[in-house]
C-alpha cells in the first residue's frame, strides 16, 4: 500500500516498494522523489488551521477542501487513487484496508471523515433493491467501520502530537440521512428513532454510534452530520441518473402526487461541515443538514425539464396505472428470483418521501440554506453537457417520452 503526498498537480505514479510519503515541502522520507509542485508557494497566502479530509477526490470531498484552500488552510488529502486538486498534500490509501500510516495525522487540526466504501442501493427504498452480491456489500460496510475506528483511535491517542498545544483534532463524521428510518408522519429529524431499513443506513447509523461514544468517552469534539442528497454541478448519483433520462426522454410523466423528498445544494452542506468543526455546542451532536424545501418528483422532473430546454408532455401516467405496472414488476420478480426494473419499491422510490428536517442545525448553531435546486439546476446542466460532450456527445434519442421535444430556438 503506498501513501503518497503531492502538490495540486497530478505527479507520475511512484515506483514500487515499501509505504511512502513525500511532504509538500523538506525533505522527503525514503527514497521518494522529489514532490512535483504547480509553482512556487504563494507568499501572500495565509497559512490558517491544518485539515485532513478523507474522501477529498469525491463529489463533497472536493468542494470542501477548495473551500479550505481558499480560506488559508493546509489541506492534507487522502484518497485511494492519486487525483489533482485544491490540496497542499496527497495520501494515496485504502483507510479500510490498511493501517494507518505514520505521520498521517501530525499536526492536524481537524479531521474530516467522508470517505465511504458503502453506497446506496439503486432503484429503490426497499430491502428488494439492496445489493445482488450482499456480501460484497458488507465487506465495504465493515471497511468503512475499520476506517472510522482507525481515525478514531488516532485522534483520541493524541501520542502523535508534537506541539506545545495539547488536545486531539476535531473529527466530523459525513454520514447520511439515511441513517435512520423515515417516520409515520412528518419529517424526520435527529430525534427520530426508527431504525435505518438498508443496508447503506445501518452502515452510517453503526458509524456514528462509533463517533459520538468516542466523543463522550474522551472529550473529543466529534459530530456526525447527515446530509440529504446533494445537488450542484458535477453530481451524481438519482440525480444525475434523473437529468440524464429527462435529457434523453426516458424518465416516465409522473403525476403531481404531492410527495416530499429533501435535497441539500453542494455549497450549502461545506458550510454546513465547516461550521460544525468550529463550534464547541456541536461536539457529541448529530445535525441533519437539507435546504428546506419539500420537492415532489413532478416538480423535480418539470425544473429539469425547464433547464434542459425540454418540453415535458402535457399528459402524465395515473398512479393507478403506475401501480398497475408495479405489481405485475413484482410478480416477474418473483418468477425470476431478482427484481425486476419496476416493482412496488421502485414505485415507492419514484413516487414515495423522503422528507427531513434540518431545525436543530440552524437553532443550536445558525447554519441556513442559501440554495435551492430551481437555482442550482442551470449550473448543473451546464456541467452535464460540458461532461457529455467530453465523453463523445449527447445522446439525442427517444425525447418524446417523459422528457419532452427540445424547444424551438426564439428568433
Not at 31 to 46: H, K, L, T, V
Not at 112 to 124: K, T
Request: hydrophobic letters at 40%; one cysteine or more.
Amino acid at each position: 500500500m503506498h501513501a503518497t503526498a503531492r502538490g495540486s498537480r497530478a505527479a507520475a505514479k511512484p515506483p514500487a516498494g515499501p509505504p511512502r510519503h513525500v511532504p509538500s515541502k523538506g525533505r522527503p522520507h525514503c527514497a521518494c522523489p522529489p514532490p512535483r509542485r504547480s509553482g512556487p508557494p504563494d507568499p501572500a497566502r495565509r497559512v490558517g488551521r491544518r485539515a485532513l479530509v478523507t474522501g477529498a477526490s469525491g463529489f463533497v470531498g472536493r468542494a470542501l477542501c477548495a473551500a479550505l484552500h481558499a480560506r488559508g488552510d493546509q489541506v492534507r488529502a487522502v484518497m485511494r487513487r492519486p487525483a489533482a486538486g485544491p490540496w497542499d498534500e496527497q495520501w494515496n490509501l485504502d483507510l479500510g484496508t490498511a493501517d494507518l500510516p505514520a505521520g498521517l495525522l501530525r499536526d492536524v487540526d481537524v479531521v474530516w471523515h467522508l470517505a465511504a466504501r458503502s453506497r446506496p442501493s439503486v432503484g429503490g427504498s426497499a430491502a428488494a433493491r439492496e445489493p445482488r452480491q450482499p456480501e460484497l456489500a458488507e465487506a465495504r460496510a465493515a471497511a468503512d467501520l475499520v476506517a472510522t475506528r482507525a481515525l478514531l483511535d488516532a485522534v483520541a491517542a493524541g501520542a502523535w502530537l508534537q506541539r506545545a498545544s495539547p488536545g486531539a483534532p476535531a473529527l466530523v463524521l459525513a454520514s447520511s440521512v439515511k441513517a435512520v428510518g423515515l417516520p409515520a408522519r412528518g419529517p424526520a429529524d435527529e430525534r427520530t428513532a426508527t431504525p435505518p431499513d438498508t443496508r447503506h443506513g445501518r452502515a452510517k447509523r453503526a458509524a456514528e454510534e462509533l463517533v459520538l461514544a468516542a466523543a463522550e468517552r474522551h472529550g473529543l469534539h466529534a459530530c456526525a452530520v447527515r446530509p440529504a442528497p446533494v445537488y450542484g454541478p458535477g453530481c451524481g448519483g438519482g440525480l444525475r441518473r434523473m437529468l440524464r433520462a429527462v435529457d434523453q426522454g426516458r424518465f416516465p410523466a409522473v403525476p403531481e402526487v404531492g410527495n416530499r423528498r429533501s435535497l441539500v445544494g453542494l455549497d450549502d452542506l461545506v458550510a454546513a461541515l465547516l461550521l460544525v468543526a468550529e463550534r464547541p455546542e456541536a461536539a457529541g451532536r448529530t445535525y441533519v443538514v437539507c435546504d428546506g424545501e419539500a420537492y415532489s418528483t413532478r416538480r423535480v422532473q418539470l425544473a429539469m425539464a425547464s433547464a434542459l430546454g425540454r418540453t415535458p408532455p402535457a399528459r402524465t401516467v395515473p398512479p393507478w396505472a403506475l401501480r398497475a405496472l408495479a405489481r405485475s414488476g413484482d410478480l416477474a420478480g418473483w418468477l425470476a428470483g431478482r427484481p425486476a426494473p419496476f416493482d412496488s419499491a421502485a414505485l415507492r422510490q419514484l413516487l414515495g418521501s423522503a422528507w427531513y428536517s434540518a431545525a436543530r442545525i440552524t437553532a443550536e448553531l445558525g447554519w441556513r440554506p442559501r440554495q435551492d435546486l430551481e437555482g442550482a439546476l442551470p449550473a448543473m446542466v451546464a456541467a452535464y453537457r460540458e461532461e457529455a460532450r467530453g465523453s463523445g456527445g449527447l445522446e439525442e434519442r427517444g425525447r418524446n417520452r417523459g422528457g419532452g421535444r427540445p424547444r424551438r430556438a426564439e428568433r
